[in-house]
């Protein structure tokens, strides 16, 4: 597939709002903020039913893990290629089973990049070395503060053994003095709400921020296939159903506001990179299936042409044909409403804000995060004058 050109726009029925693939370019611009999604192991001790590694077994990944050498290589080829902003080293798979985290911390922090690191936190190894490392940012992705709550959502997983563990990370905070945001990232689901505010109390018990967020069904290959999209072969099966009806943010509704968004571009392709553990880039963060997504090894390819290549999959024709881009970046501004409305039909008590509200809560700086509308809006302004591209 890498490489052909757009099949599922090339009729343009559908693309009154949606500039097919094919015709945008990538274009160069030295001032574009990368941020790298790299995943430093190849699994995850969990199988979490929303998420490829619990729903897409049959597609492979590697059992490998990346050396601090192959980093060292990417991290020096990045800077050289383009400016980055930001490596998180995860993208599917959990950073905690690597052997050396710490050392893969330094490596990126080597660069003057900042490094995030997201984690189930049901294992903690060398927590010390980690938190010594210093890393930007250290968020715990849950979905409960019960078991019988969170134990659904997050398959395999012991939120008891969690809750320790996030004890323990601000103690190792504290001995090393790091300076490290640790954030809770809240999966909502329908009938969470009331473990949200509890585990949220005792986030912030320990120093975590709070940041909830919608839970969706990944990988773009299972929403390809919710959307009926010809383009992939994958199916809905009955757990996908099941995982589906237990969202906050109904898929069907959600979807059809993101294809009816402004036409936007997707930044998961302008400015975000996906490589594997092997250093292999991916389509991009959203695709897991390595054996059909894989654009090419990141070393051995200048980022100009795998950008290239990229720009033409046709993926992202039926991708975007769909508005499944919007809806991966929170590009609609009706999301929050979408989901509110549905969790008030099933539990009229619960009170809850809208994600993007949490969201543009003020910065410790005191600057709140600019509204993405505005944004486009201005940047839309400034290609319009020229001064981008
Ligand atoms: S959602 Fe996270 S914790 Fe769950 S299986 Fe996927 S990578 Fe692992
Ligand atoms: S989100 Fe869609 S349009 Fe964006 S890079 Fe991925 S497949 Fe392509």
């Not at 050109?5 to 945008?24: C, F, H, V, W, Y």
């Not at 990417?74 to 959990?94: D, F, H, P, Q």
């Not at 009806?245 to 509704?253: H, I, K, T």
Request: hydrophobic fraction near 35%.
């Amino acid at each position: 597939m890498t490489g052909t050109t757009s099949t599922a726009l090339q009729d343009g029925k559908d693309s009154n709002t949606i500039m097919p693939a094919t015709r945008e370019r990538w274009v160069h611009n030295p001032k574009t903020k990368w941020q790298f999604d790299i995943d430093v192991v190849g699994t995850c001790n969990l199988r979490c039913p929303s998420c490829p590694v619990g729903n897409l077994s049959e597609a492979r990944t590697s059992e490998k893990y990346m050396r601090p050498e192959m980093l060292d290589r990417i991290m020096a080829k990045a800077t050289s290629e383009c400016r980055v902003y930001g490596v998180y080293l995860y993208n599917w798979t959990e950073p905690f089973l690597h052997p050396n985290l710490p050392e893969m911390i330094r490596v990126v922090r080597s660069y003057g990049v900042p490094c995030g690191l997201s984690t189930n936190l049901n294992l903690i190894t060398n927590i010390d070395g980690i938190m010594e490392a210093n890393p930007s940012m250290l968020k715990v992705s849950l979905s409960g503060f019960t078991q019988e709550v969170y134990g659904k959502t997050h398959r395999r997983g012991d939120i008891e053994l969690v809750k320790q563990n996030m004890a323990e990370v601000a103690r190792a905070k504290q001995r090393a003095g790091s300076t490290t945001r640790l954030v809770i990232a809240y999966h909502r689901y329908l009938g969470n709400h009331e473990d949200e505010a509890l585990m949220q109390a005792y986030a912030q018990s320990l120093g975590f921020e709070f940041e909830p967020a919608w839970s969706y069904l990944m990988p773009l290959e299972k929403m390809l296939a919710f959307t009926d999209s010809d383009a992939i072969d994958v199916e809905i099966n009955a757990e996908d159903q099941k995982t589906i009806d237990s969202l906050a943010l109904p898929l069907s509704d959600a979807v059809k506001a993101s294809k009816n968004a402004p036409h936007q571009p997707c930044p998961l392709r302008a400015q975000q990179m996906a490589i594997t553990a092997t250093g292999d880039v991916m389509l991009c963060c959203t695709a897991f299936d390595q054996s059909k997504y894989k654009i090419g090894s990141f070393l051995d390819t200048p980022l100009s042409e795998l950008q290239e290549q990229r720009y033409r999959h046709s993926l992202c024709g039926s991708c975007m044909k769909n508005g499944l881009h919007v809806f991966f970046t929170y590009g609609s501004d009706q999301l929050d409403e979408i989901a509110l409305k549905h969790i008030a039909k099933h539990y009229p008590d619960a009170k809850l804000k809208g994600v993007k509200e949490v969201m543009n809560k003020d910065r410790p700086t005191g600057i709140k995060a600019i509204p993405y509308k505005l944004k486009r809006e201005c940047r839309r302004i400034l290609v319009k004058l020229g001064a981008l591209s």
